[in-house]
């Protein structure tokens, strides 16, 4: 699972270091809530996680930029 997960977020554009720490949150118990969002409204969504507990909250824009083609 360790490298599972790692692997899966650090190939998907997040850094390693955010990769492993998202991982020991997860191995803790706690969730890990993935969005797919465009440069236009990421700050909106992270609003609203953060309204719902959410924390520890980072955003990635080289795997945005490697989906740009996905957003219309």
């Known amino acids: 699972m360790i490298g599972g997960l790692?692997?899966?977020l650090t190939a998907g554009g997040i850094p390693e270091e955010a990769a492993k720490s998202y991982h020991e949150h997860v191995a803790a118990g706690d969730t890990l809530v993935t969005v797919l969002a465009g440069n236009h409204?990421?700050?909106?969504?992270e609003n609203i996680i953060r309204q719902h507990g959410g924390h520890e909250l980072g955003y990635f824009s080289r795997f945005i930029d490697s989906v740009q083609s996905l957003e219309s």
């Not at 409204?41 to 969504?45: C, D, G, I, P, T």
């Open 41 to 45: 409204n990421h700050e909106e969504l």
């Open 6 to 8: 790692i692997g899966a």
